[in-house]
């Protein structure tokens, strides 16, 4: 089978071609470093072709959710140290998605308490998960176009960190209804100036961030995560079959590492987007069984795929897969938040739990 092919993704070196997906578990201290707990959760899975971390915050302004880590102060890249070194021992590759928010935010998450940013006053419907509980999550500030450069350069400053951290390379954040996927769309902005309106006004922010953080780091350390024609998070995009057509060709000279998607469901726009690619294309098919997954890389739609909840329950996800032995159910009610339960205490075939023996599950 393809998956267990070696592949070269720019300058990483994948062993075979079945990843981890990031996932927001919100394990990190409160100042955002990240703990040993988080350490220890990325050096178990190391047995993935390529470990995807949840959303790390460029600055303040970029964080949404409770106990997310940062890579943006001097603690942040210590503590990502551990973690990128307990995964290098295991002989593992992992990279950095750096995650800003923008709207999908409240203030009573972030350091400073401060109003949300995001392309256009508008804000999005659905509740955010705070410290008090559920709250609606409030408008946020439009942006400045004399602020714009300034986003840019957060990004580009937390890509070298991120090397600095020890991470293999870095993924920027474009999709799930967040601030890059929220100027893409065509809901959230509703600006006039260079970066709203017409398609290449919208795509602007975009290939600013990728361009910059490529140029920091070099292109064959950068990968780029989309999702066409999501509704998370309140995204609405009427011309998706044109905006990322728009995109890849903006991005596709400066030869990146990777492109992962997150698959909505359009396969006309899934094989547009494959056609047009030029380098490793990574795809996540949520909710998919393996098969359906593992059929993308043997047809050549996808280079490698990623999963998450199986990766989660499954730290050691290859090593099952080639035995056929039966999958460790996920337990959503440890999804996010918590401690070692649910998230570090998963059993292995080397270390089976007496207690609660591995059963099979959907993936």
Request: charged share 20%; aromatic share 6%.
């Amino acid at each position: 089978m393809t998956i267990w092919n070696p592949i070269t993704a720019g300058a990483l070196e994948l062993p075979h071609r079945l990843a981890m997906a990031p996932m927001t578990r919100g394990r990190a201290r409160a100042d955002g470093v990240p703990t040993d707990l988080q350490r220890e959760y990325y050096r178990q899975r190391a047995s993935m072709a390529l470990l995807v971390t949840e959303g790390i915050q460029p600055s303040d302004d970029g964080q949404g959710y409770t106990l997310t880590p940062g890579i943006y102060t001097e603690p942040h890249v210590a503590g990502w140290q551990e973690v990128t070194g307990a995964v290098h021992a295991e002989g593992g590759r992992i990279v950095a998605q750096l995650m800003h928010v923008g709207r999908v935010s409240h203030p009573d998450n972030t350091p400073h308490g401060r109003q949300s940013v995001a392309p256009s006053a508008i804000a999005a419907k659905g509740t955010m998960f705070t410290p008090t509980g559920p709250q609606d999550m409030p408008a946020p500030r439009a942006l400045g176009t004399d602020e714009i450069p300034g986003i840019v350069a957060e990004f580009r400053a937390a890509a070298s960190a991120a090397i600095a951290a020890g991470f293999d390379g870095v993924e920027i954040h474009g999709a799930n209804g967040y601030l890059l996927h929220q100027f893409l769309s065509s809901n959230a902005n509703a600006r006039t100036d260079g970066y709203g309106g017409s398609i290449a006004n919208r795509i602007r922010l975009a290939t600013e961030v990728v361009s910059a953080v490529a140029d920091e780091i070099g292109a064959e350390r950068t990968g780029l995560r989309l999702s066409p024609g999501t509704q998370l998070n309140d995204i609405v995009e009427h011309d998706a079959h044109d905006v990322y057509p728009a995109l890849i060709a903006a991005l596709s000279p400066l030869n990146l590492a990777y492109l992962h998607l997150l698959h909505g469901g359009d396969e006309e726009l899934l094989q547009t987007i494959r056609k047009a690619w030029p380098t490793t294309l990574i795809l996540n098919r949520p909710g998919a069984d393996l098969d359906t997954r593992i059929a993308d890389l043997d047809s050549g739609r996808a280079d490698v795929i990623t999963v998450g909840t199986m990766a989660l329950a499954n730290p050691d996800l290859p090593a099952r897969i080639k035995a056929g032995a039966p999958l460790n159910s996920a337990d959503p009610a440890t999804f996010y938040g918590g401690d070692h339960v649910g998230y570090t205490d998963y059993p292995t075939l080397e270390a089976p739990a007496p207690s609660d023996p591995a059963v099979p599950a959907a993936v």
